[in-house]
């Protein structure tokens, strides 16, 4: 079936630290692929997505490179701030689906300090 | 454009008791997707109405039910509330049927059952 796995958090960083939160993922085919973040009492936000191979999804300083030979999503940045502190999840949407069903991993707490 | 809203935001019941939940799509938007979150299960996908027809289910029981409108307004409806229930109940909208398309998420509504 199809699953997406993330490291286990809580993630403790500095400011201005490098970040970087795993994403592992099982499909037949290639999903498009998603990270989103929820901040404290409010719904998920999309940080950014990737629908192909090799593609690289970038937004607000965090990428993340859709690689087919890993199955894997990292979500990266090269500096993170304390506002970034959030929940932080990998989702995917079965190929071809044709449906909106977003498959996601278990989400991973980031806290930055200053 | 105005966000994904969904009323009310914060809803309490006790057992036994059923509630209806709202979601207003980005204006424009036909897809509407209902999700659950809870601490132990994570993200779970409820269903996806497109046109106001039911396109996909998630693994719930028949007491999860929903319906769309003509104006791509939607609705889930919880019956006989179990504590299981309680939990943050997220909306996303997208465009229309593509894979690829983005989900927007709404702030949600947290459903607490006592």
């Known amino acids: 079936g199809n699953s997406v796995t993330q490291m286990e958090g809580p993630v403790t960083l500095s400011e201005e630290a490098f970040l970087t939160i795993n994403c592992t993922y099982t499909?037949?085919?290639?999903?498009?692929l998603f990270w989103y973040v929820q901040y404290p009492g409010e719904g998920l936000q999309l940080l950014l997505k990737?629908?192909?191979?090799?593609d690289k999804g970038s937004n607000k300083g965090f990428e993340a490179t859709y690689r087919k030979e890993t199955t894997s999503f990292h979500l990266e940045k090269g500096s993170v701030q304390v506002s970034d502190s959030a929940v932080y999840f990998c989702?995917?949407?079965?190929?071809?689906?044709?449906?909106?069903?977003?498959?996601f991993g278990q989400g991973t707490t980031l806290q930055v300090k200053p | 454009k105005a966000g994904v809203t969904q009323t009310p935001r914060y809803l309490i019941k006790t057992r036994g008791q059923q509630v209806t939940l709202s979601c207003s799509p980005i204006?424009?938007?036909?897809?509407v997707s209902w999700y659950q979150q809870t601490p132990g299960q994570g993200l779970q996908f409820l269903f996806e109405?497109?046109?106001?027809?039911?396109?996909n289910k998630g693994n719930f029981p028949g007491r999860f039910s929903g319906r769309q409108f003509s104006n791509s307004r939607s609705e889930m409806n919880v019956s006989t509330l179990e504590l299981g229930d309680s939990a943050l109940y997220l909306c996303?909208?997208?465009?229309?049927?593509?894979?690829?398309?983005?989900?927007?998420f709404g702030p949600g509504t947290r459903l607490t059952v006592l």
């Open positions: 990737a629908t192909k191979a090799d």
């Open positions: 204006s424009g938007h036909r897809s």
């Open positions: 109405y497109f046109s106001e027809t039911q396109r």
């Open positions: 989702a995917l949407v079965p190929p071809s689906s044709n449906t909106g069903k977003l498959i």
């Open positions: 499909a037949t085919g290639y999903p498009s």
């Open positions: 996303a909208s997208r465009p229309g049927q593509g894979d690829t398309d983005t989900q927007y």
